[in-house]
């Protein structure tokens, strides 16, 4: 599963996972939607796509491709290999619609994001490494720390990025 940041207001403005699964139809086949506005389709090397705009406001998608002896039978085909290259050039076009942002954009939002967690581990293990060398340290301090890691842990174990406000609380106790 795959999450992709979404730009601020496009998820209310092409109507939610309803609008989502409407433009899934213009980029894939064979569009199923469930109860729960996921929908699923499929086109080329895409065997399976199944995707939704979660709760907390990411498109998130699931992508089965073709692989191994599959991937070689298809692409023998006589239009294999254009196919795959559509196949490319729609779930490009799919991600730029769905989450208002391009590739090099996604790109660049997904480092951000990593930066992020990346910070958090940092500090959470810098924090650890002070209470640990230093002797005469505040008790209030020292559960003021468990405290804020075990938040930011919480975080990277859900998968949402700390904020750099956040993760300087921590900084900040040392």
Not at 92 to 99: I, P, Q, R, Y
């Amino acid at each position: 599963m795959e999450r992709f940041a979404v730009k601020r207001g496009l998820i209310k403005s092409t109507g939610g996972n309803a609008g989502l699964a409407k433009l899934a139809t213009t980029y894939f086949e064979d569009i199923n939607v469930d109860a729960d506005g996921v929908f699923t389709g499929s086109y080329g090397l895409l065997k399976s796509v199944r995707g939704s705009y979660d709760d907390s406001g990411k498109l998130a998608v699931d992508v089965v491709q073709l692989k191994g002896s599959e991937l070689a039978e298809f692409l023998d085909t006589e239009e294999g290999p254009s196919m795959a290259m559509e196949s490319r050039k729609r779930w490009s076009g799919f991600l730029d619609e769905a989450t208002g942002y391009n590739a090099k954009q996604r790109g660049d939002k997904a480092k951000e994001e990593a930066k992020k967690f990346s910070k958090a581990k940092s500090a959470i293990k810098m924090a650890h490494k002070s209470m640990e060398l230093m002797k005469k340290l505040d008790q209030s301090k020292i559960d003021q720390a468990h405290e804020l890691i075990a938040m930011l842990e919480s975080m990277i174990e859900a998968g949402t990025p700390p904020s750099e406000t956040q993760v300087k609380k921590l900084d900040k106790l040392f």
